[in-house]
């Protein structure tokens, strides 16, 4: 089961054929996962860089883990200590990793777009890690996997998704993938964290959580991103946890089983309480699991040459 385009950037670079094919793999991947012997060194004699221009802990350690439990050769590259911090470009860093002859680029880079320019200058296949406030497809992968596995199926939920719109790479990649897959999506942010086209993702938008949250069957809360906002985007943490997180009482709005969702970091307190982030409805630290499965499966399915 190869997947046919080279590179993954954006989520919609996988039909919704290859996103099933990704979840069905990694459902295998979880078996191999839950058994004694956690290798599966179907990439035995392939190579795969992790090249991260930005700190993670979920993303990259899961990366990792998948290509060594595979069997691959992984070289880490922490940008801080590379040739990066002497000025290297993207472009020469790319030049530089494709004499290397590696299989698989996995990268992560805060600006939006950076794995265009990576693509085109390796022979590597190209794995989006997350680039700035524009796609996060393997989180996506690993919300849907999450999402099927206790719902059956996506098709007619309503999912909303909830917080810091804007700077975040995981709505838009969730947004397209939820959609992708039949649910009914609603947006939800203060009129400052929501983007001015947000409609044209062709989910509902709202700036009320109560709506945006009543009659769920998902909710994605995700973090107030400061590393990415000018100051005054929202009075306070206070007020923006009032308006705008999730408590026990806002999460009775929702259908009685209504997964609740988080990509992590979290920030307790002010997006989400720590009585639901630690609650029955909470599958977070599934998604963190899932994360693992569904890149085992994804580097499993382009350590081949693309279609
Ligand atoms: N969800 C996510 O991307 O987490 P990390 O930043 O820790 O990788």
């Not at 990792?64 to 290297?88: C, H, P, Q, R, W």
């Not at 947000?198 to 069957?217: C, F, I, P, R, S």
């Not at 107030?224 to 009482?249: C, D, T, V």
């Not at 890149?295 to 382009?302: D, F, G, I, K, Y």
Request: with cysteine.
């Amino acid at each position: 089961m190869p997947i046919a385009k080279k590179d993954l950037i954006h989520l919609s670079d996988l039909s919704v054929d290859e996103i099933w094919q990704v979840l069905s793999k990694a459902r295998e991947m979880k078996q191999v996962l839950a058994g004694p012997d956690k290798k599966y060194p179907i990439l035995r004699g392939k190579s795969v860089i992790n090249l991260f221009y930005e700190n993670s802990t979920r993303t990259r350690s899961s990366f990792e883990f998948a290509g060594k439990y595979l069997g691959a050769d992984v070289v880490n590259i922490n940008t801080s200590s590379s040739s990066v911090m002497k000025g290297e470009s993207l472009k020469d860093t790319a030049l530089t990793l494709d004499r290397l002859n590696p299989d698989i680029i996995v990268m992560r880079h805060g600006a939006s777009g950076a794995h265009e320019i990576l693509a085109k200058h390796v022979k590597a296949r190209v794995i989006n890690a997350g680039d700035g406030a524009h796609q996060h497809p393997t989180q996506a992968l690993l919300d849907l996997l999450t999402i099927v596995e206790h719902k059956g199926s996506l098709e007619g939920l309503n999912i909303a998704i909830v917080g810091d719109i804007l700077h975040s790479r995981v709505a838009r990649s969730d947004v397209w993938g939820f959609q992708a897959l039949g649910a009914k999506v609603t947006l939800c942010a203060p009129p400052t964290l929501m983007p001015s086209r947000a409609a044209q993702l062709g989910a509902k938008v709202t700036y009320n959580m109560d709506e945006a949250v009543k009659d769920a069957d998902v909710i994605v809360m995700l973090r107030i991103q400061l590393e990415r906002q000018k100051a005054g985007m929202f009075p306070s943490i206070r007020e923006y946890a009032a308006f705008y997180g999730l408590n026990a009482q806002r999460l009775k709005l929702a259908k009685p089983d209504c997964l609740v969702m988080h990509p992590g970091p979290i920030n307790r307190g002010v997006e989400i309480t720590a009585e639901v982030a630690d609650g029955m409805q909470a599958v977070i630290e599934e998604q963190v699991h899932n994360g693992l499965a569904v890149r085992m499966a994804l580097l499993s399915m382009m350590g081949g040459a693309a279609e």
